[in-house]
Structure formats: C-alpha cells, structure tokens
C-alpha cells in the first residue's frame, strides 16, 4: 500500500492527489457524479464554498457515532491479519480505507464484512432507495478493494439504511458491474483533465435541493 505521505497535491484541486504519477480521486464524487456533474465542477474546479446541508451535518453526526461505538469492542488487525483470519470465521471492519493507484481512487469504506465465502461491502445511506449514484459509489469501493486483495472470494456491494440493521439493497460486483465502473471512472478522469465537460443535470427535483443553486447557471 502506497503511504499517505507519498501523495503529491493537485496544483488546482484539493480533493485530488497525485499517486504514483496519476490523479487519485475520492471514491465519494462517484456519487456527486450521478447526481449532478455540474456540481463537482462548482464545488472543486470553481471552488464555491457552500456550508454543509442539514442532511450532511445529521449523517456526519450518525456516522461518527456508529463509529465510535464498533470501536469499543473492535480489536486491531492489520489487512493481512483480517484476509488471513476471515478465511476461517467471519469478521468485519469498519471505515476501510482503500485505495487503488491503477485506477486513480480512494475512499473509507462504511463496514465490510469478511466471510470465507464472501466480502460483502456495505455504504451506509440516509434513505431507502437504491439510487444509481449511491450504487456507483458503492460500486467504486469494490473495484478499489478487489485491486488491493489476491483473493478469488465472491465481492457483493451492499446499501443499508444509515443507523440501522436494513440492508435494502445488495448485488454481486460481477464482471458486468466492474466494466460499468471502470468506463465511469475513466471518464471522471477525462473530467478532471478537462477532456470532457461536466455535464448540468436535466432533472429540475434535483436542482431545487441542491445547495448550489444560486451559483449555478444551468439550474432549473
Ligand atoms: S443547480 Fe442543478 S444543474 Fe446546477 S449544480 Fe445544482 S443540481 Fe446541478
């Protein structure tokens, strides 16, 4: 695993690093992305400096203190360890830190479980709907993991109700998905190096709840 403290910053946008010669972005933007592209550009390129939404403070709030509670009883391994032990009994972790130089991504995963048979990848969300950007979001973990193990274990990407036990939706990361993202991906790349333009969403349900708004040209 590459350290932290080899990451170069991007001369122009903070939340990208340079790893090992490429761009590395936060697995997090797959999801801004199928939101709205045109708010990455506001929020990154543009660097308009909103407050976080009430929504972002809350799941901030429930996330930290889901976080807090696993680590009163969790017991430190290292990624070997937990690869090792988990082919034996099942374990699970929680804020995974992945990060694939191949692919130009990193991110915290939410929890993973570890199972002989399986890994399944889980993203904590605020709702119960599995939209397609919270999907690639997910998806992006499972491409980041599955590059940084040797391992022919089956990977499933899950979504689970924030706060609860409710995982309302769960597929395998099967060859079909792992293309579908990786072209994703390469175009976010292409984004960042201006390749292609960002795109506004057509979607005007979207633009009414995004905290962009009053800056954006293209709201509807
Ligand atoms: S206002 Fe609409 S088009 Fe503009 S960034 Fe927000 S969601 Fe995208």
Known sequence: MVKISKFKNHPLISEVKIVENRNNFPISWLNKQGYCEYSLFLENFKKIDIAPTKEMIKGQQEHASLESKFKEDAE????????????????????????????????????????????????????????????????GYCLAFKDMINDDRTIKAALRERGTDNIYWIDQFDNRAEKFIIDLIDHMHKLIIGEEPFKPTRNSNKCRKCRFINFCEFRL
């Open 76 to 139: 430190p391994a290292t990624f070997k360890d937990m690869m090792e032990i988990s082919k034996e009994t099942e374990i699970f972790s929680r804020e995974f830190y992945v990060l694939s130089v191949k692919y130009g991504i990193r991110g915290l995963i939410d929890e993973i479980w570890m199972t002989p048979d399986e890994f399944i990848i889980i993203d904590d969300k605020p709702a119960t709907i599995p939209y397609y950007s919270n999907i690639n979001q997910v998806y």
